[in-house]
């Protein structure tokens, strides 16, 4: 889980492109939290309209912040 902290969406980086390479990488973590795993995604997407609006109202699980993110 100390590889997802680090990661971070780059400024030229498509949000499909990072969200791939997100869930490439947290699926290989073995129990990892929900919650830990929304926190991070949150705090890894780069500056802008969509970080603002998870920020405000933070997806319930995985699938609704994908969601949201389509």
Known sequence: SVVLV???QANKESL????????????KIKDLDPVVMLHSIVMALK???FADNL????????????ARAT
């Not at 990072?18 to 699926?27: C, D, G, P």
């Not at 920020?55 to 994908?66: I, S």
């Open 55 to 66: 920020c405000k109202k933070q997806p319930e699980d995985l699938d609704k912040l994908k």
């Open 6 to 8: 680090n990661l971070g």
């Open 47 to 49: 500056l802008g309209s």
């Open 16 to 27: 499909r492109l990072f969200m791939e390479m997100y869930a490439a990488i947290s699926i």
